[in-house]
């Protein structure tokens, strides 16, 4: 059902024939990375936090982490991300598989400026074997109402 939902939203963007679905797993970063041959920076994971206890994305490359400080400063808490147990009855989509295509109705959708180091990249498509290739345009034309952000890190920064 989740794949659908997805499929169903990118297809108002004419988007549905980039879906790409994996035999195995693409959970993790590092999978997808693998299955798709490409650098784990050009995945943009997609984490579920609760703000104010609203449920928002942030889509993020796959070599960042979310840095506490640059969170605070953006939302004025603490990051608090959703239980995995409870990702898909909030978001629309289970853990692995978490994209901002075809998610449940008030969910907020932001964008990393981590993205922005690549020209393509690839978030999930609501199941954990499945991804779909985007220019960084595609993606924000397909994501009404998002806005950019600056919550990241590079693993390799202190």
């Known amino acids: 059902m989740s794949l659908n939902n997805a499929k169903e939203h990118l297809k108002k963007y004419h988007l549905e024939n980039n879906i790409i679905i994996f035999d195995d797993t693409s ?16 995945i943009a994971k997609t ?10 994305l942030i889509l993020m490359a796959g070599n960042a982490k979310c840095k506490n400080s640059l969170f605070k400063q953006n939302f004025h808490e603490k990051a608090k991300m959703i239980p995995a147990s409870e990702v898909e009855d909030i ?6 598989g978490v994209c901002p295509f075809g ?14 180091e ?5 978030p ?6 499945s991804a779909v290739k985007l220019t960084i345009e595609q993606l924000e034309n397909s994501i009404p109402n998002h ?4 919550v990241s890190k590079d693993i390799n920064e202190n």
């Open 27 to 42: 959970a993790t970063v590092s999978e997808a990375a693998k299955r798709l041959n490409c650098e784990e920076s050009e």
């Open 47 to 56: 984490l579920a936090f609760l703000v104010k206890e609203q449920p928002i």
């Open 91 to 96: 978001i629309g989509h289970p853990p692995g």
């Open 103 to 116: 998610i449940k109705e008030g969910v907020e959708v932001y964008l990393d400026e981590s993205l922005k």
């Open 118 to 122: 690549h020209e393509i990249i690839y």
């Open 124 to 129: 999930a498509c609501g199941t954990p074997n």
């Open 147 to 150: 806005k950019w952000i600056n």
